[in-house]
């Protein structure tokens, strides 16, 4: 199991490095990083910081000091759907991203109004029963948008979209190119 997540995120990394460069891609174990931490609350209290925390990020990609791009890669197979969705509406409500770098040194972003809105990537492993699970994938991100207002002012996630690894690059790209 720990082999494969290690393999799915050097396959993300892999592919982000296509499009972003590596000093742009933040991922926990790479290039310094301790951890990438989501919190519901753009200010902090210290000693109640863990109140406030609702997720640690897989892979955040920041291009010109601005948080764009936040990637959940679920390494579990199969993948039931409320993992496959559950990241995005903590994505939905977070307001601050706080990178922890193994040196002690941090990096916050504030995520308060409509230009600090990001994308979300959700990537799992190829699934067993492909077609069948790629359908349902599909029937997730349609349903899902079509459920959830990404436009409120209580969002902070722009857009996103679920794939298995294998369909990565394309659906990374579409995403892309829809948001920017």
Avoid: W
């Amino acid at each position: 199991m720990v082999r494969e997540t290690l393999d799915l995120s050097n396959i993300v990394f892999d592919a982000l490095t296509q499009i972003f460069k590596p000093k742009e891609i933040y991922m926990k174990g790479k290039g310094g990083i301790n951890n990438i931490v989501l919190f519901d609350e753009p200010v902090l209290i210290d000693r109640e910081k863990s109140r406030y925390r609702i997720l640690y990020s897989s892979m955040m990609v920041i291009k010109d000091d601005k948080p764009i791009l936040a990637i959940e890669i679920l390494q579990h197979k199969p993948t039931p759907p409320r993992d496959i969705v559950g990241p995005i509406p903590l994505y939905m409500i977070s307001r601050k991203i706080v990178i922890n770098k193994e040196n002690g040194k941090k990096q916050e972003y504030e995520l308060i109004d409509k230009d600090s809105k990001i994308l979300l990537l959700v990537v799992i492993p190829e699934q067993p029963e492909r077609g069948q699970k790629s359908l349902q994938i599909n029937d997730l991100n349609e349903k899902f948008k079509g459920v959830l207002d990404l436009e409120s002012e209580y969002s902070n996630l722009k857009d996103f979209a679920i794939c298995e690894i294998n369909d990565l690059k394309p659906v990374l790209n579409k995403l892309l190119e829809k948001n920017y």
